[in-house]
């Protein structure tokens, strides 16, 4: 069965810092699609980026930026220089199979970033 | 594109009354998703539908949840009778076709707050 561990509950940082989200995932396919979603404080969920398990070239836009390894199944998120906007609650998602458009999608417990001014 | 449309933004019901939330998918999305959030369980998948037919509805929690897509561009999810451990955000989301093995992230709504009382 497919799961999403995401270990920290929640985080605190002052702004300018870095800081890592960690997902860690469970999967028995060979093919699958990982996701990482935001959740602001006005509740809507916003998409951020969707990584195949065929490519584990890392990812950056702007100042985020994504880590996948197949070894240790991890899909971990880091922001650089941090920004009181980026406060919010963050999820990691793990889709298994990727022939149709209603695989279904599987959410981890989330992380929640707050960022210090 | 207006998103994904939902409503009400929020319901406050009394125990025992039907409550029923809607859903409007983006145009073109084929895929429809229901999802739950509470504190305790994070985010759930309800049920979801392809092409207005329903595909895996496991997650459905009780008889007394009920989801309908009579087209392509309405759903409803309904609660007869609702309880108060019913209260939770309940969020729709919809997906495009998959094209050539692609699976999209979710486009979510902005969900509905229903507290029962």
């Known amino acids: 069965a497919q799961k999403v561990t995401q270990a920290q509950t929640e985080i605190s940082v002052v702004e300018k810092e870095d800081v890592t989200l960690d997902c860690v995932y469970e999967t028995r396919d060979t093919t699958y699609y990982l996701f990482w979603y935001k959740q602001p404080p006005s509740g809507e969920l916003v998409f951020l980026i969707r990584?195949?398990?065929?490519?584990?070239q890392n990812e950056i836009s702007g100042r985020y930026s994504w880590n996948f390894q197949k070894s240790t199944s991890s899909f971990n998120f880091t922001i650089t220089a941090s920004q009181v906007v980026d406060s919010a609650v963050y999820f990691c998602a793990l889709s298994e199979g990727w022939e149709t458009s209603y695989d279904k999608v599987i959410f981890g417990p989330g992380t929640s970033l707050s960022v210090i001014p | 594109d207006a998103g994904v449309i939902q409503s009400p933004r929020h319901e406050v019901t009394e125990m025992g009354q039907e409550v029923t939330l809607r859903c409007k998918p983006i145009s073109g999305h084929n895929s429809l998703f229901w999802y739950r959030q509470t504190m305790m369980r994070g985010l759930e998948l309800l049920i979801y539908?392809?092409?207005?037919?329903?595909?895996?509805d496991s997650g459905m929690p009780e008889d007394r949840f009920s989801a309908k897509m009579p087209n392509a561009s309405f759903s409803t999810l309904k609660i007869q009778p609702s309880e108060p451990r019913d209260s939770a955000v309940y969020f729709c989301a919809s997906s495009p076709p998959s094209m050539a093995g692609a699976i999209y992230g979710y486009t979510f709504g902005s969900g509905t707050r229903l507290t029962v009382v």
């Open positions: 539908f392809n092409n207005n037919v329903p595909i895996d």
């Open positions: 990584r195949n398990s065929f490519d584990e």
